[in-house]
C-alpha cells in the first residue's frame, strides 16, 4: 500500500514538472520576442510596405508580408478544405468506420502530416519546374493545402467519429439518404470541430515558411496577382534577422510579435466558436 502511494506521489510530481517545463518554455519564447520586438513595433511597420533600404535600417514596414500571410493562409486552408470535408464524409458515412480501407486512409494521412514542411516546398518546386511556373502566390496556396490537407481531415475526421451512431441510423430508418445525412446531420454535429480544425490549419499554413520559399518567393509589393510572387511574414522574419543591422534585426522581432499576435487570435477564436457551437451538438 505504501508503494502505491509513493508510486502515485512520483508520477503526479512528474506530471507537474512538466506542466511547469511546457509552462515555462511557452511564457520565455513569448516574453523573449515581447521584450525585443515590442519597442520597435509601430503603426508604420503594420501599415507600410518595404521602401528602399529597408534591410539596411531604412523606412518602411512589413505591410506586404502581412497581407501576403493572410492571402495564403486563408486560400489553402479554403483550399484544403473544399477537399477535406469530402474525404471526412466518405470515410465516416459512405464506408464502414473499421474497414481497412478507412484504416489505410487514415494511416496515409498520419505519415503526411509528420512529414517536415521543407518536403512539401521541395516537391512543390519539382511541380512547378516540371510544369514551367514561376514562384507566384498560386503556386504557395496550392503547396499549403497540401501540406495542411493531412491536418484538416484528420481533425475534422476525429469530431466526426464522435456523433452518435444511432441518430445515423435514425437518419437513414426516416428514409434521408447519405448524402442528405452527411449535410444536415453529420456536419452539422461536427460544426465546433469543423471551425476548430478550419482554424487549426490556418494557423499552421501562416506561420509556415520552409514549403513557401521554394513555390511562393518573396517580394516586398503587395500581392495583386495569384500569378506574382508575394511576401509572408515567416520570411520577413528570417530576412530580417539575416540583415547585419541591429536595427533591422530588432524588426523582425517586432515582425514576430505581429505573427504572435495573429496566432493567439486565430487561437482564441477557436475556443469561443468550439465553445459556442458545442451547446446545440446533441451528445451520444
Do not use: C
Amino acid at each position: 500500500m505504501q508503494l502505491k502511494h509513493i508510486e502515485e506521489k512520483f508520477f503526479k510530481t512528474l506530471m507537474i514538472l512538466s506542466l511547469v517545463l511546457v509552462v515555462g518554455l511557452l511564457l520565455s519564447v513569448v516574453m523573449a520576442v515581447l521584450i525585443k520586438g515590442l519597442p520597435s513595433l509601430s503603426w508604420t511597420m503594420i501599415s507600410q510596405s518595404p521602401v528602399g533600404g529597408f534591410y539596411m535600417g531604412k523606412g518602411g514596414g512589413v505591410l506586404n508580408a502581412i497581407l501576403g500571410s493572410l492571402y495564403l493562409a486563408a486560400a489553402s486552408t479554403f483550399l484544403a478544405f473544399v477537399v477535406g470535408l469530402p474525404v471526412v464524409i466518405y470515410i465516416n458515412i459512405y464506408k464502414k468506420a473499421n474497414s481497412k480501407f478507412t484504416s489505410f486512409v487514415r494511416l496515409s494521412l498520419d505519415v503526411l502530416w509528420g512529414v517536415p514542411s521543407i518536403v512539401f516546398g521541395a516537391f512543390g518546386f519539382t511541380v512547378m519546374v516540371f510544369l514551367g511556373l514561376k514562384t507566384s502566390l498560386l503556386a504557395g496556396v496550392i503547396t499549403l493545402a497540401i501540406m495542411i490537407l493531412p491536418v484538416i481531415i484528420r481533425a475534422m475526421d476525429e469530431i466526426f467519429k464522435t456523433i452518435p451512431t444511432g441518430m445515423l441510423d435514425a437518419s437513414f430508418a426516416l428514409g434521408a439518404t447519405r448524402w442528405e445525412t452527411s449535410i444536415k446531420i453529420a456536419v452539422k454535429q461536427a460544426l465546433p470541430g469543423i471551425t476548430t480544425a478550419i482554424l487549426l490549419a490556418f494557423g499552421r499554413a501562416i506561420g509556415d515558411a520552409a514549403s513557401v520559399i521554394f513555390t511562393a518567393g518573396y517580394t516586398d509589393r503587395i500581392p495583386y496577382s495569384v500569378l506574382k510572387p508575394v511576401g509572408s511574414l515567416p520570411l520577413s522574419i528570417f530576412f530580417q534577422l539575416s540583415a547585419p543591422v541591429v536595427e533591422v534585426q530588432n524588426r523582425a522581432y517586432a515582425s514576430a510579435v505581429i505573427l504572435t499576435i495573429i496566432i493567439l487570435i486565430i487561437s482564441i477564436l477557436s475556443r469561443i466558436l468550439y465553445s459556442r457551437y458545442d451547446k446545440h451538438r446533441v451528445n451520444g
